[in-house]
């Protein structure tokens, strides 16, 4: 079988395969017969009428392409066979030739993705973590007080001091004016949202976006906040809820300070317009923060602390959390350089393959709340081919880490053993208490292979992010030459988790029949 194959720029091949035309003979008459079991044809039982008489009644043109289309479908695996590249996923008869002495079938394939890590091991990110202040355990103080304060409903006006409740909805105004072309147009996708969710709650969806407005900040309902100027959304929020009335509804704009601490890069200097719905007024009474406090919010433990101890663990714990917050930062941090530096050749089709499992994501978390992707797309005025553009983004990156994290396992021989996962079972089992609780949560992971092979999955990924981490310190260890692993001793590259965006970056696929391009004449279309 002569096989002519072009390497593509966007890292698909062209195949052109030349057919024996006897082989394409036989598969046009093997289509004839088929054909004519379907078709009626005067003075011919079905199936029985000869293959000119069929020919002249529904046309040679037609019995090729569907002759082409059974050809192809039994030819692709053993094209593939002969090929010296790994497809990513089926290919597409996008063209034929029957018109020459030697027919051809064409066909596009994606071809698997290829990473090259370059010196990936010189990555270095600066690691400076961040130091637990007394701001931050005094306002952890504060929580607590606030956790063990009296409190009584009040119908007065809203106070500074005050704990008030709230649905609140806020909005980036600067691109308002964007989000709808003209008052037709606005018209027309609230009237679309409002047929078909008329008894619904927009706000309840997800990152709802209101299409009359800019970019969502904050969307939250029964948010609950004390009036204090130790903890406010932005400054000047609590001045704007101070005097309101619980049945209000409050529209005010504030913009936000030039605080990178607190505050992302990208909304610094934003103004954001807030509607807030207050709902509940409570008179908050604090108790002193001393020792009886502490002993009253370490009762439950063996020997209550004072609260000088009670610092100590409060200084402890936020040294023990912020230091994971940052290290799991640092390790991102850390992953994204090696991107930037590597060379990744991927096709389209593996991008398009983790849009659908992005937007298949986001359709089971609207079905949660009674909604569902196509109610989402009305209420936006988006089509399938919009949600393409919107989540193309996303994917592409998904992709790069998952293959990169992929790559980053292998190379970095990052193993899972057994006894790993025997270890964070039996850690896990320890937070239940009793010991029959433990057992029957051990057991779980005895019976259940996939609920273990999901563990080994968390496992890798925590070790090689903890690899990475330490290549962009430059304490990674040594690499020595590969051993063969023994039975379950580390998670395949094709198994990392949905969290490490490789699920669909591994799709071998690469014996399947062609498929239809559904962007081709239609010729390639009965392909």
Not at 273 to 298: H, Y
Request: aromatic share 6%; glycine share 2%; net charge negative.
């Amino acid at each position: 079988m002569n096989i002519q194959i072009e390497r593509r720029e966007d890292h698909t091949a062209k195949l052109v395969v030349e057919v024996d035309a006897e082989r394409l003979d036989q598969a046009k008459r093997e289509a004839a017969r088929a054909l004519s079991t379907k078709v009626n044809i005067p003075g011919f039982r079905k199936g029985k009428a000869p293959y000119r008489m069929l020919v002249n009644y529904i046309g040679e043109e037609y019995i090729t392409e569907e002759a082409i289309e059974k050809l192809s479908e039994k030819m692709y695996p053993e094209i593939i066979d002969q090929v010296d590249f790994q497809p990513y996923s089926s290919g597409v008869l996008n063209d034929y030739d029957v018109t020459q002495e030697t027919p051809t079938l064409t066909f596009v394939v994606p071809l698997a993705p290829e990473v090259d890590l370059v010196n990936y091991r010189d990555t270095r990110v600066d690691y400076e973590a961040p130091a637990v202040t007394e701001d931050m355990i005094e306002q952890a103080l504060r929580n607590l007080r606030e956790e063990h304060a009296v409190v009584e409903d009040s119908q007065h006006a809203a106070r500074l001091g005050d704990r008030v409740t709230f649905d609140i909805h806020s909005f980036f105004i600067e691109e308002a004016e964007e989000a709808v072309a003209d008052e037709a147009a606005e018209s027309e996708v609230v009237d679309a949202a409002d047929a078909e969710l008329e008894d619904a709650d927009p706000d309840d969806i997800e990152h709802y976006v209101d299409p009359t407005r800019g970019d969502p900040y904050i969307h939250e309902h029964d948010m609950r906040v004390l009036l204090n100027d130790d903890d406010e959304l932005l400054p000047g929020f609590n001045d704007n809820l101070a005097g309101a009335n619980i049945g209000d509804t409050l529209t005010f704009t504030l913009t936000i300070p030039d605080d990178a601490e607190a505050y992302e890069a990208d909304e610094i200097g934003r103004t954001v317009e807030f509607i807030i719905d207050l709902k509940k007024v409570e008179n908050i009474t604090l108790p002193e923060l001393n020792d009886e406090l502490a002993a009253r919010a370490t009762a439950e433990e063996e020997t209550p602390l004072t609260l000088l101890e009670l610092r100590v663990r409060i200084r402890e714990n936020l040294e023990r959390m912020t230091s994971t917050e940052y290290d799991n930062s640092y390790a991102r941090r850390a992953l994204d350089s090696v991107i930037e530096q590597a060379v990744i050749n991927f096709p389209e089709a593996i991008v398009v393959d983790e849009v659908n499992a992005l937007l298949q994501d986001l359709d089971q978390r609207l079905r949660n709340q009674n909604f569902t992707l196509e109610d989402y797309m009305k209420i936006y005025g988006k089509s399938i081919d919009d949600m393409y553009t919107d989540y193309r983004d996303t994917a592409v990156l998904r992709v790069k880490r998952g293959l990169v994290l992929r790559e980053l396992v292998q190379a970095e021989q990052v193993k899972v053993q057994d006894a790993d996962i025997d270890a964070e079972i039996a850690r896990l089992a320890e937070s239940f208490g009793a010991e029959e609780q433990q057992e029957q949560f051990r057991q779980m992971f005895a019976q259940q292979p996939s609920m273990r092979a999901s563990m080994q999955d968390d496992l890798l990924m925590n070790k090689v992010m903890e690899r990475v981490a330490e290549i962009a310190k430059g304490t990674a260890p040594e690499l020595t030459a590969p051993v063969e692993n023994t039975p379950a001793e580390s998670a395949p590259a094709e198994s990392m988790p949905a969290d490490a965006d490789t699920d669909n970056a591994n799709s071998p696929a690469a014996d399947q029949p062609p498929a239809a391009n559904d962007e081709t004449d239609s010729t390639e279309e009965t392909a």
